[in-house]
Nanobody, 124 residues
């Protein structure tokens, strides 16, 4: 069982930055691949970024490449999403998720554990 708690969301102006954190419970965090997803109002939840168990492999959706960076600290049981050059279209609730298989995935159905989400609002 893994429990995930996101933090770091908030209101920021376009062009600004935020860093989201996702703290995980449990001693097996380092064996999980982790992903970030987001859901904007009236839209389906979508993949944002993912990272393998070791942090050696990452993946991003095209719209955030070059602006967002996913990383993890297995000693702290935490995964991060550094978001730079934010745009109004990045406004959404951001969720972190854990996948027992240490290989990352872009498909939300492959993630077993989910956090409660944190709101990110980017004003123009």
């Amino acid at each position: 069982q893994v429990q995930l708690v996101e933090s770091g969301g908030g209101l920021v102006q376009a062009g600004g930055s935020l860093r989201l954190s996702c703290a995980a419970s449990g001693r097996t965090f380092s064996s999980y691949a982790m992903g970030w997803f987001r859901q904007a109002p009236g839209k389906e939840r979508e993949f944002v970024a993912a990272i393998s168990w070791s942090g050696g492999s990452t993946s991003y959706t095209n719209s955030v490449k070059g602006r967002f960076t996913i990383s993890r600290d297995n000693a702290k049981n935490t995964v991060y999403l550094q978001m730079n050059s934010l745009k109004p279209e990045d406004t959404a609730v951001y969720y972190c998720a854990a996948r027992g298989n240490g290989i990352y995935s872009e498909y939300e159905y492959e993630y077993k554990y989910w956090g409660q989400g944190t709101q990110v609002t980017v004003s123009s």
